[in-house]
């Protein structure tokens, strides 16, 4: 009887994977509600704030990703945001305006811009589409956006299932 060699067509595919779930920062994400720095959950007193400001522990953020919001419907100047993200960029690993999802959009696409997309110039790559953390779609559509020009194709999903995206043209021009 005669046995029949195993062939990993996957493997031998040509196909490169790209994971960006490898591309997600592990740091601890937090949210900076300037809804407690409001007089009467109304409006931001300067003379206060830039005491609290300046008294405040901004250690606390070491390392963290905040995310700078006020949840309260409430009158404050942008130079608020602005002292307030001043004062935490020594500590903090990044600084967002918005919720923890503009903070997640902010981290992969920081991570995203660090991407060597030279390295996928004509090759057939496939956006894993499976992954323990949260990868926002944003950091999907940026991908897709800087790999267009450079790959011959993109793909989404896992190697032996994938749904196909892009096909560079026969005829285009390098």
């Not at 959950?41 to 206060?48: N, V």
Request: charged letters at 25%; glycine letters at 4%.
């Amino acid at each position: 009887m005669e046995t029949e060699e195993i062939v990993n067509r996957v493997a031998n595919s040509g196909l490169i994977s790209l994971d960006l779930e490898e591309y997600y920062h592990p740091g601890e994400r937090v949210v900076y509600d300037l809804k407690d720095n409001l007089f009467q959950g109304l409006i931001l007193r300067e003379k206060d704030f830039r005491e609290f400001l300046k008294n405040h522990d901004w250690s606390q953020y070491q390392g963290k990703n905040v995310a700078v919001t006020c949840t309260e419907d409430a009158i404050v100047p942008t130079w608020a945001y602005m002292l307030l993200a001043l004062h935490l960029e020594p500590y903090a690993n990044t600084v967002v305006y918005g919720d923890l999802q503009a903070l997640e959009d902010k981290l992969f696409y920081d991570a995203i811009a660090r991407i060597d997309i030279e390295a996928y110039r004509d090759k057939r790559v496939v956006i894993k589409g499976c992954s323990k953390h949260p990868v926002p779609i944003s950091a999907y559509v940026e991908i897709s956006r800087l790999l267009r020009p450079v790959a011959q194709s993109l793909m989404f999903g896992e190697p032996c299932s994938t749904v196909p995206l892009y096909k560079k043209p026969k005829h285009a021009v390098k």
